[in-house]
């Protein structure tokens, strides 16, 4: 079975710093997708962040950055210079090849910014 | 502009009633997903499907059925509900090859008394 690991249910970061929220999967396939989405507390999940398997480049979108590494199948999510706006539940999901794009989800990693 | 809409932001049930939840996207995606989502449990897999009429049971498909009789409707149905499925749902919606973002419509908090 496919799994997602998040192993920090609860963050807290100095608004203006950098903060990285880990995610681990477990998959025996090459082929696969990686995701992060943000759910503020208003509820709706906002999509951030794509990296594939085969990318050999480190995704990044705006102030948001995925540090992959393969071997140790670990797709950390780093949000650098925090804002207030940033407290959200962020979600880690895997979509495998030949699934029909159906995502596994981790449990999530809420994340607060202090001012 | 993909735009995924659910019937009721929040819905209040009595036990043992049928409900129905409506889940409507406007991007021509094949896909179509439901998730319940918990606290401390991220969110699960209740049922998709990738065409018209056809349906795939998730992670947690028990007590729940679905129905897809056009490609942009996709139905969540709680023959009977029960109080342990007083949650947050989730509907879904993407492209069906490649790796794609999933779009989510804003959710609908089911309570069921």
């Known amino acids: 079975a496919q799994k997602i690991t998040q192993t920090q249910p609860g963050m807290f970061v100095q608004e203006k710093e950098a903060v990285t929220l880990d995610c681990t999967y477990d998959?025996?396939?090459?082929?696969?997708?990686l995701f992060w989405y943000k759910q503020p507390s208003s509820g709706e999940m906002i999509f951030l962040i794509y990296?594939?398997?085969?990318?050999?480049q480190n995704a990044t979108e705006g102030r948001y950055s995925l540090n992959f590494q393969k071997a140790r199948k670990s797709a950390n999510l780093v949000i650098s210079a925090s804002q207030l706006g940033d407290s959200a539940m962020y979600f880690c999901?895997?979509?495998?090849?030949?699934?029909?794009?159906?995502?596994?989800f981790g449990t999530g990693t809420s994340l607060t910014v202090i001012p | 502009d993909v735009k995924v809409t659910q019937s009721s932001r929040y819905l209040v049930k009595r036990t043992g009633e049928k409900v129905f939840l409506e889940c409507v996207q406007d991007?021509?995606?094949?896909?179509m997903f439901w998730y319940r989502q918990d606290p401390g449990l991220g969110l699960r897999l209740i049922y998709f499907s990738y065409d018209v009429k056809m349906k795939e049971k998730g992670d947690i498909p028990e007590g729940y059925s679905v129905s897809r009789e056009k490609k942009e409707r996709f139905s969540l149905i709680l023959e009977s509900a029960s109080t342990n499925q007083t949650s947050m749902y989730l509907c879904?919606?993407?492209?069906?090859?490649?790796?794609?973002?999933?779009?989510f419509g804003p959710g609908t908090r089911l309570t069921v008394t």
């Open positions: 879904a919606s993407s492209l069906l090859r490649g790796y794609y973002e999933q779009y």
């Open positions: 998959t025996s396939d090459q082929s696969y997708g």
């Open positions: 990296q594939g398997s085969y990318d050999e």
């Open positions: 991007m021509d995606h094949e896909n």
């Open positions: 999901a895997m979509t495998r090849a030949n699934t029909g794009n159906q995502f596994y």
